[in-house]
């Protein structure tokens, strides 16, 4: 299936055709390769990744196209739609290419949205970090004054 430099991968596509209608859906899934994901194993430690991030999605199972390995990936779906107006003569050709595009984008925003939420976990995290370090840094000047009083007595 499809890779990118967004890391997406689509690992099935489906399309539904219905001519009385005039309608074509197209149903994407798709992942994120867990092992391409920075720092996953730390994001997986976090209560805010597993109780809000990751059950946006499901961890399955998938054969890498390249290697034959199987990797874990997070995946998702969504579904895009063309809708051919009354006037139009339709064609299931083009209607898959177009229900396939809305559901591409659809993919790649909740991909961004993904990433966005993953990086808002790290940057809380850093945050903390710098908390603690800031803390650390104040408690040893206070233990340095505490000694040059203790000494100059």
Known sequence: ?????????????????????RVVACHLVWGISMSKIPYIDMLMESDVF?????????VSLYENDSTGKLEYYITFETVGFADCCPEDEFDASL??????????????????????????????????????FDNCANANESCIDHIDKLINV
């Open 50 to 58: 597993k109780n809000s991030v990751l059950p946006q999605g499901n």
């Open 1 to 21: 299936m499809s890779r990118f430099k967004t890391g997406v991968r689509y690992l099935n596509v489906n399309y539904n055709v219905n001519k009385d209608k």
């Open 95 to 132: 209607g898959k290419k177009i229900a396939l595009t809305r559901a591409q984008r659809y993919a790649f925003t909740d991909a961004a949205n993904f990433y966005n939420d993953c990086m808002n976990i790290m940057l809380n995290c850093g945050d903390r970090f710098s908390q603690l």
